[in-house]
């Protein structure tokens, strides 16, 4: 249930597409780049949808929820 597999990543993905970077050190600095510039509330939407997930498996008695 981590936000990460649908919340966090498919749009750093996104912002990554098409890039090309010319070392690692290149491609950290974009990363740390996005995720600075988004706003606080982004992450504090993803937990939220992540309790909602988390309530769901828990009524469904699963471990994942799509």
Known sequence: LAPSDYYLFPNL????AGKRFTSNDEAIAA???Y???????????????????????????EDYIE
Do not use: M, Q, Y
């Not at 993905?13 to 990554?16: D, R």
């Not at 992450?43 to 828990?58: D, P, Q, V, Y």
């Open 13 to 16: 993905k996104k912002f990554l």
């Open 35 to 61: 995720f600075a510039d988004l706003p606080e509330s982004h992450f504090n939407n993803g937990i939220e949808l992540l309790e909602k997930r988390w309530n769901k498996c828990i009524e469904v008695s």
């Open 31 to 33: 990363t740390d780049g």
